[in-house]
């Protein structure tokens, strides 16, 4: 016969006992909004029962209840925005190579006085 992936636990619906089995981040929001959700348990009680913020698990269930099961998935990360070389100058400064470094020191000198 072969092995049992999981051990066989007794259900329960102690959240003292749920909490220490659960591994994932999106479990974990389901089993805290599933009472609220399914049986329509005050999110006061639930609070209590949990040790959760009251208002954390009113969120939650109204999240749920406008994303279903999206929103207990964590949001996707923003794509990676390409890094610039500071290095290269902008194409109007590379035209300045040809001039010397007093003119650029006057021009400069002429827009800091003005």
């Known amino acids: 016969m072969p092995k049992r992936r999981y051990e066989r636990r007794e259900p ?46 009113y969120y939650q269930a109204n999240l749920f209840d406008q994303a279903g099961m999206a929103s207990l998935l964590p949001p996707e990360p923003p794509p990676q925005v390409p890094k610039l070389d500071k290095r290269i100058l902008p194409p109007p400064m590379r035209q300045l190579s040809s001039i010397s470094m007093r003119n650029i020191l006057s021009i400069m000198w002429m827009r800091l006085r003005a």
Do not use: F
Not at 24 to 45: C, F, H, M, T
């Open 12 to 57: 329960t619906h102690e959240w003292s006992q749920i909490r220490p089995l659960l591994k994932d981040s999106a479990q974990i929001k389901y089993e805290l909004i599933r009472p609220v959700i399914l049986w329509g348990v005050n999110a006061k009680e639930r609070a209590a029962e949990t040790g959760e913020p009251r208002s954390t698990i």
